[in-house]
């Protein structure tokens, strides 16, 4: 799964604003107040992506089994 949109990526990093999520991105990544939402969306799935590498049996436990 990836974020589509900066709102989405909010939400599921449990973040209360866009401020939030730079601060959040920024101790693993370069960021900055002037971010596009575009770079912003581009960093969230990548730290999203390099969490879930952390915690494979996660992402396995929670996927839907295809009949």
């Excluded at 969490?51 to 396995?60: M, W």
């Amino acid at each position: 799964m990836c974020y589509q949109t900066v709102d989405e990526a909010i939400y599921y990093e449990e973040v209360d604003s866009r401020q939030e999520l730079i601060t959040m991105l920024s101790s693993r990544f370069s960021t900055h107040e002037e971010i596009t939402d575009l770079e912003l969306l581009e960093l969230a799935n990548r730290y999203r992506s390099e969490k879930q590498a952390q915690y494979p049996e996660r992402i396995i436990a929670n996927d839907p089994i295809d009949w």
